[in-house]
C-alpha cells in the first residue's frame, strides 16, 4: 500500500520561504512521474508543479519562477521550495503521482501553507 507523508508547511509571512517534502512508502519511487498539488479552502484540488521520472519539470504559470520541485530517488521523497510566497499561495499542500492516464494514489493529509499579507 503506497503511503503519502508531505511535511514543512507553516505559517509565513508574504515574501518568505518554505521547503515541503513528501516521503513515498511501499513502492518503487524511481519510475514515477511526481506531483504537488494545493487546495485552497472553496476551490478544487489544482497542480501546480510536476516532475518527471527523468526530472524535467514543469509549473503553474502563477507559481513559475518562485517554486522548484525536485526529487531524491534514493530517499523516496520529493520538495516542493516556495520562494517570494503570496497570500494567494495559502493553501493545504498535497504530492501525489501525475503518471499519465493513471490515477492518484490514496492522498495523504497534506501540509498546511499559511501566507499572511
Known amino acids: 500500500q503506497v503511503q503519502l507523508a508531505e511535511s514543512g508547511g507553516g505559517l509565513v509571512q508574504a515574501g518568505g520561504s518554505l521547503r515541503l517534502s513528501c516521503v513515498v512508502s511501499?513502492?518503487?519511487?524511481?519510475?514515477?512521474?511526481m506531483g504537488w498539488y494545493r487546495q485552497a479552502p472553496g476551490k478544487q484540488r489544482e497542480l501546480v508543479a510536476r516532475i518527471s521520472s527523468r526530472s524535467y519539470t514543469t509549473y503553474k504559470d502563477s507559481v513559475e519562477g518562485r517554486f522548484t520541485i525536485s526529487r531524491d530517488n534514493a530517499e523516496n521523497t520529493v520538495y516542493l521550495q516556495m520562494n517570494s510566497l503570496k497570500p494567494e499561495d495559502t493553501a493545504v499542500y498535497y504530492c501525489?503521482?501525475?503518471?499519465?492516464?493513471?490515477?492518484?494514489?490514496?492522498w495523504g493529509q497534506g501540509t498546511q501553507v499559511t501566507v499572511s499579507s
Open positions: 511501499g513502492i518503487a519511487f524511481s519510475p514515477h512521474d
Open positions: 501525489n503521482r501525475d503518471d499519465p492516464g493513471s490515477f492518484p494514489w490514496t
